[in-house]
Nanobody, 121 residues
Framework: QVQVVESGGGLVQPGGSLQLSCTAS????????MHWYRQAPDKRREWVAT????????????AVKGRFTISRDSVRESRKHTVHLQMNSLQPEDSAVYYC??????????WGQGTQVTVSS
């Protein structure tokens, strides 16, 4: 059974940092990409960052560019991936539940349960 598990959320003051981690395992196929999304209360889920599996290229939501960095552990098993989201200079508007998404392209996708990030003084 596929597992996508996020960790690392918490409460941080404005200007602080957090690192989220996500491990997707028991995948039926190699991922096309790993994504991070977030959803604040009463808002739609929005895409935050992507790392393509094949070449490690990354993309970011404009609002987080220069503050967030997506990275990955070395891929030792083709069907298990661990990615991280380093979040610096956090602001209250970054508060949300952050979700990891394992994108298997035409073979589907898998979501984690989410991890809460709260930025508040």
């Amino acid at each position: 059974q596929v597992q996508v598990v996020e960790s690392g959320g918490g409460l941080v003051q404005p200007g602080g940092s957090l690192q989220l981690s996500c491990t997707a395992s028991k995948l039926p196929f190699v991922t096309y990409a790993m994504h991070w999304y977030r959803q604040a209360p009463d808002k739609r889920r929005e895409w935050v960052a992507t790392m393509k599996t094949a070449d490690g290229t990354t993309r970011y939501l404009e609002a987080v560019k220069g503050r967030f960095t997506i990275s990955r552990d070395s891929v030792r098993e083709s069907r298990k991936h661990t990615v991280h989201l380093q979040m610096n200079s956090l602001q209250p508007e970054d508060s949300a539940v952050y979700y990891c998404n394992a994108d298997l392209s035409q073979y589907g996708e898998y979501w984690g349960q989410g991890t809460q990030v709260t930025v508040s003084s």
